[in-house]
């Protein structure tokens, strides 16, 4: 790539509350892990509902 490296955007919704220093918004990183992984949990709020829906997924990149 060029000479700065990738980030995904950080805001209120995705920022990391708890042992921040240790967080990592590169998008080499985090595709990295993504692409390790065999499962992951998909996680959101459907409209009118109090609580979020996860989903547990086998992955294949």
Do not use: W
């Not at 967080?23 to 692409?35: E, M, P, R, T």
């Not at 459907?46 to 086998?58: A, E, G, K, Q, W």
């Amino acid at each position: 790539m060029g000479r700065h490296e990738l980030q995904y955007p950080k805001d209120s919704d995705n920022a990391v509350k708890r042992y921040n220093q240790l967080a990592s918004y590169s998008l080499k990183s985090i595709h990295g892990i993504v692409n390790s992984a065999q499962f992951a949990n998909l996680s959101f709020n459907p409209p009118n509902s109090p609580f979020p829906v996860i989903l547990p997924m086998t992955l294949a990149v």
